[in-house]
């Protein structure tokens, strides 16, 4: 595996490798890489000929100084799994190298009505974050195809919303979601719940499938979300922060099931202090 964390070197590598024909695919990643990764990393190997793992913590998408500093950081066994993986290039940057004015708060990126719900409005400034490391991201790495998943449902939105508006030429690619066995979606955050705030946080799941499974046998949408966040109330150490279904080509509360429905359960919680999100599409 190549290891870059210098922006020229990398697109140096890059160049030769396109002169030669050979398709990019780029995983972004923050690290602390699981199996939900690995099979974003699975795919780009299927579907490209040279896939780039980037791993940088990006402190413009952190809104919250003590998330940041919390935010797992282990790249000597990100950099074990990606050569175990064989992953061709493995690009982990300095906060130096991708924000040389060392100013974060210089250019900000705006999403409609995607950052006014859910993370949006519960992330303030987090969207604008994500959008300005992706499109360093896109520019320096010029993929064909980009992986992201789909536990980050609202951050698929944004990244196809970018890609569209700033005509980058990249494809976006959204994979499933990988799972524990009881359910629980992989996340690098997992990391810091113990093994009782696993099997509690699984109750996340269990809730937002419980809403699926209604509205799919026909239960009023908001019948079945009230159902969904009492069942998450049975358990008083989960603090609930949003339960939402809505239509996840716009985000805005799904109502009414109509033929052309794109209905997802969504929810954000607290368990340990720590703070998850996860999703269930339904009717699919
Ligand atoms: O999903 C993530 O890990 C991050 O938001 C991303 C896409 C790598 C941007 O920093």
């Not at 061709?88 to 940057?93: E, H, K, M, N, R």
């Amino acid at each position: 595996m190549q290891i870059f964390k210098n922006i020229k070197s990398l697109q140096y590598f890059l160049a030769e490798e396109r002169q030669k024909k050979r398709s990019v695919g780029l995983v972004p990643t923050m690290g602390a890489l699981h199996e939900g990764h690995l099979k974003l990393l699975n795919q780009s190997q299927k579907e490209n000929d040279i896939t780039v793992c980037s791993i940088y913590v990006n402190p413009a998408q952190f809104n919250n100084t003590d998330d940041l500093k919390k935010y797992p950081r282990d790249l000597d066994h990100d950099q074990f799994l990606l050569e175990k993986q064989a992953c061709d290039v493995l690009f982990s940057p300095s906060d130096k190298e991708m924000y040389p004015e060392g100013n974060l708060n210089g250019i900000k990126l705006g999403f409609g009505k995607l950052e006014q719900v859910l993370e949006g409005k519960f992330r303030p400034g987090h969207f604008s974050g994500v959008g300005i490391i992706l499109s360093k991201l896109f520019h320096i790495v010029n993929s064909d195809k980009a992986y992201f998943g789909q536990k980050d449902l609202q951050q698929c939105s944004v990244v196809r919303k970018l890609i569209e508006e700033l005509f980058f030429s990249t494809q976006l690619v959204i994979v499933p979601t990988v799972r524990e066995n009881n359910g629980l979606a992989m996340s690098s955050r997992n990391t810091r719940l113990s093994e009782k705030g696993k099997d509690l946080a699984a109750n996340l799941y269990h809730a937002i499938t419980k809403v699926k499974n209604l509205i799919e046998e026909g239960e009023k949408i908001e019948v079945a979300r009230q159902a969904g966040i009492s069942t998450l109330k049975e358990q008083p150490k989960i603090r609930q922060e949003y339960f939402e279904v809505i239509d996840k080509r716009d985000f805005t509360t799904a109502a009414d099931i109509t033929p052309k429905s794109e209905i997802a359960v969504c929810v954000a919680a607290f368990v340990e202090e720590v703070r998850l999100i996860d999703n269930v599409l339904v009717f699919s």
